[in-house]
């Protein structure tokens, strides 16, 4: 009873194995694919399918090798449903983004160039100035032309790249909330900024961080986690320093704050970590 309670266990295992095999055999060949209702339909069938067919085999008695590949083999029974979904699903995806950006791309632009033309020749009667509303008006197109194609990328099971998708949404922050304000104070009101307003960097770099922590955290390593509060941190901290110390000239004493954090930060990875040993 004893060993056949084994092998029974052995069997079991053995064919979890080969299950996750196939699975990852599909998604595989479906990870270039944006995850559209149809594609995941296809997917989930031919998964069931090929489950089916290896549980077939084993019945007849054939080997586990030769029933795995008797099981991939209905991938190519397969071929013209996928390449009909990828025909709809990949370039029908992208066809629709490119008309919704052409189409958005197309008004936008006609308008801000009205806005521009108006400005110019009735309100102000000069273009000397103005140039800044085509200016201020690509920079705000670039949020959405970022916008715009982290949200493609999200159709894909790539990580990596809807993490580069966020990143460049916030990149294209720095030229609307850094680059533009001190351009427009420096040319319409003669002011300088430009030594003070890099700050706003920092803090876009840390909502970036935070950003990326909050919607994959999940996908992290603990060590990536932590590294990432760490950075977080310590770029909320460098911003208080150089803020309060341009603020007041206290440059010889804000120092402290690194201090104060180094210790907090030193705190609660302590107190976290003792809740993961529990």
Same mark, same amino acid.
């Given at each position: 009873?004893?060993?056949?309670?084994?092998?029974?266990?052995?069997?079991?295992?053995?064919?979890?194995?080969?299950?996750?095999?196939?699975?990852?055999?599909?998604?595989?060949?479906?990870?270039?694919?944006?995850?559209?209702?149809?594609?995941?339909?296809?997917?989930?069938?031919?998964?069931?399918?090929?489950?089916?067919?290896?549980?077939?085999?084993?019945?007849?008695?054939?080997?586990?090798?030769?029933?795995?590949?008797?099981?991939?083999?209905?991938?190519?029974?397969?071929?013209?449903?996928?390449?009909?979904?990828?025909?709809?699903?990949?370039?029908?995806?992208?066809?629709?983004?490119?008309?919704?950006?052409?189409?958005?791309?197309?008004?936008?632009?006609?308008?801000?160039?009205?806005?521009?033309?108006?400005?110019?020749?009735?309100?102000?009667?000069?273009?000397?100035?103005?140039?800044?509303?085509?200016?201020?008006?690509?920079?705000?197109?670039?949020?959405?032309?970022?916008?715009?194609?982290?949200?493609?990328?999200?159709?894909?099971?790539?990580?990596?790249?809807?993490?580069?998708?966020?990143?460049?949404?916030?990149?294209?922050?720095?030229?609307?909330?850094?680059?533009?304000?001190?351009?427009?104070?420096?040319?319409?009101?003669?002011?300088?900024?430009?030594?003070?307003?890099?700050?706003?960097?920092?803090?876009?770099?840390?909502?970036?961080?935070?950003?990326?922590?909050?919607?994959?955290?999940?996908?992290?390593? +603990?060590?990536?986690?932590?590294?990432?509060?760490?950075?977080?941190? =310590? =770029?909320?901290?460098?911003?208080?320093?150089?803020?309060?110390?341009?603020?007041?000239?206290?440059?010889?004493?804000?120092?402290?704050?690194?201090?104060?954090?180094?210790?907090?930060?030193?705190?609660?990875?302590? +107190?976290?970590?003792?809740?993961?040993?529990?």
């Amino acid at each position: 009873m004893e060993r056949n309670n084994y092998y029974n266990e052995q069997f079991d295992w053995e064919w979890i194995i080969m299950e996750e095999k196939l699975k990852e055999y599909v998604n595989r060949k479906f990870r270039l694919y944006p995850k559209t209702k149809e594609i995941v339909e296809i997917r989930d069938e031919l998964y069931s399918i090929m489950i089916d067919k290896y549980n077939d085999c084993l019945n007849m008695g054939i080997t586990k090798e030769e029933a795995y590949k008797s099981a991939i083999e209905m991938m190519v029974d397969y071929k013209d449903a996928i390449r009909e979904v990828e025909k709809s699903g990949t370039l029908g995806a992208l066809k629709k983004v490119i008309v919704n950006m052409g189409s958005f791309t197309t008004f936008y632009f006609i308008t801000l160039t009205f806005i521009y033309l108006f400005v110019s020749v009735v309100i102000l009667k000069s273009f000397k100035k103005t140039w800044l509303i085509a200016v201020g008006g690509s920079f705000i197109y670039l949020i959405y032309f970022s916008i715009s194609l982290y949200k493609y990328a999200k159709l894909f099971n790539f990580k990596t790249l809807s993490r580069w998708g966020i990143a460049f949404i916030y990149i294209s922050l720095i030229p609307l909330i850094y680059v533009f304000p001190s351009l427009y104070l420096s040319v319409v009101h003669s002011k300088n900024i430009w030594n003070r307003s890099w700050l706003v960097v920092i803090i876009i770099v840390f909502f970036y961080i935070i950003t990326d922590y909050i919607v994959n955290k999940k996908y992290m390593s +603990i060590v990536e986690k932590d590294i990432l509060i760490f950075a977080s941190g =310590l =770029l909320l901290t460098t911003f208080l320093y150089l803020f309060i110390s341009m603020k007041f000239n206290v440059w010889g004493i804000a120092w402290i704050l690194y201090v104060l954090y180094l210790s907090l930060i030193s705190l609660i990875f302590y +107190i976290c970590r003792n809740k993961r040993r529990n």
